[in-house]
C-alpha cells in the first residue's frame, strides 16, 4: 500500500482533532467539577445520578413533612398541656366548694370562674395549625364546638357531633327545652388518624386519637360540677374528686390522668420525629456522599491528566510540522 502525503496529513489532522476533544473534555470536567456534562459521555453515571437526585428530592419533602409534624405534635402538646393546667384549677375550686361553710354567693363565684373554664377548654379544643382543626380527627376543617341556635331562639356552644338513641332519635346535641339542635356540618369519624409521610414507607400519626370524645368526657364532667353548685351539697361535690355514687361517670382525677395519657402519647411521638430527623439527615449525607464519587472529578487526577495531553498535543504538533512540507522546494533538498 501507497502512503502518500495527503494520507499523513489527513491523519495527522483527524489525530490532532481528537487531541482537541481530549483536551475540550478535561477542561470542562475542570471548569464544572463533574465527569460528565450530557448523559451520552457516560449513561451508567447520568443514570445513577439521576436516582440519587430523586433520593435527595425525597429527602427535602420528608423534611418539610418533619416540619408539619413538629408543627402539629407541638400545638398539640401545649394545647393539652393548657388542659391540663385547667383541669388542675377546677379540681382546686372543687375542693374549696366541697366545703359546706361556703355560702350560696361563695358557690355561685365559683360556679362563674369554672364556666369561664369550661370555654376557655372549647377554645382549646378549636385549635388549628395551617387553618386545619388539629383535634377534629380527619375533619379537619371542621371545628370541635361550634355556636348553634336551638328551638328556644337561644345560642349554644355544643360539640359539633350528633349522638342517637337505639330508635334513631337525637339526644345530642339539644337546647333547654330538650329540643334538637341542627348541626349545619357535624364532624363525623372524629377518631380518624391524620398520618404524614417522613421516611420512605414510614408514616406518623400527628393528630391526637379520640381527641373529640376526650373534650367531651372534659365538658360533660365541668357541665355536672356546674350544674352541683347550684344544686349539690358540699358531699356531692365532693363526689366529683374521686368517685361518684353510682361508679359511672368520669371524676376530676379520671379526666386528668385521661389528658395525660394523651399528652404522654404526643410527647412519645414528638421523641420519634427527633430520631427520624436524626435518620433523615443522616440519609441525606450518604446519598450526597454517593452522588459526589459518582459524578464528581478528582480534581488532582483531572488537571495531571490535562497537562499530560497538553504535552501529548505539542509533541504531535511538533511531528506534524515535519510531516507537512510547506513548499516543492522542501522534497527537492
Known sequence: ?????????????RNLSNSYGKMSELQNQITTGKKI??????????IKGMSYRTDLNKVEQFD???????????????????????????????VQAANDTNTVDDRKKIQIEIN?????IQDVANTKVADK????????????YVEA???????????NQVQLDNNGNQTYPVDADGNPITLTDPITSADGAVKMEVFDGIQLQVNT??????????????SKISIALEEADGEEIGNFLGGLADGTDDTLSEVQNKVLENRADVGARQNRVEMMESRLSTHRINVTEQMSKNEDIDYEEAITNMIT??????????????????????FLR
Open 64 to 94: 418539610r413533612n418533619i416540619s408539619q409534624v413538629y408543627s402539629w405534635l407541638d400545638s398539640s402538646d401545649d394545647a393539652l398541656g393548657q388542659v391540663g393546667d385547667a383541669m388542675t384549677r377546677v379540681k382546686e375550686l372543687a
Open 116 to 120: 369561664q373554664i369550661r370555654t376557655q
Open 309 to 330: 495531553q497538553e504535552s501529548i498535543h505539542n509533541a504531535a504538533l511538533s511531528v506534524g510540522s515535519k510531516i507537512i512540507q510547506a513548499t516543492l522546494v522542501d
Open 37 to 46: 456534562t450530557k448523559p451520552s459521555q457516560d449513561p451508567v453515571v447520568a
Open 149 to 159: 341556635v336551638g328551638d328556644d331562639g337561644k345560642s349554644y356552644r355544643v360539640l
Open 1 to 13: 500500500m501507497r502512503v502518500t502525503q495527503s494520507m499523513l496529513s489527513n491523519n495527522m489532522l
Open 133 to 144: 382543626y388539629i383535634f377534629s380527627g380527619t375533619n379537619t376543617h371542621k371545628p370541635v
Open 209 to 222: 386519637s379520640n381527641a373529640v370524645d376526650l373534650f367531651k368526657k372534659v365538658d360533660e364532667l365541668m
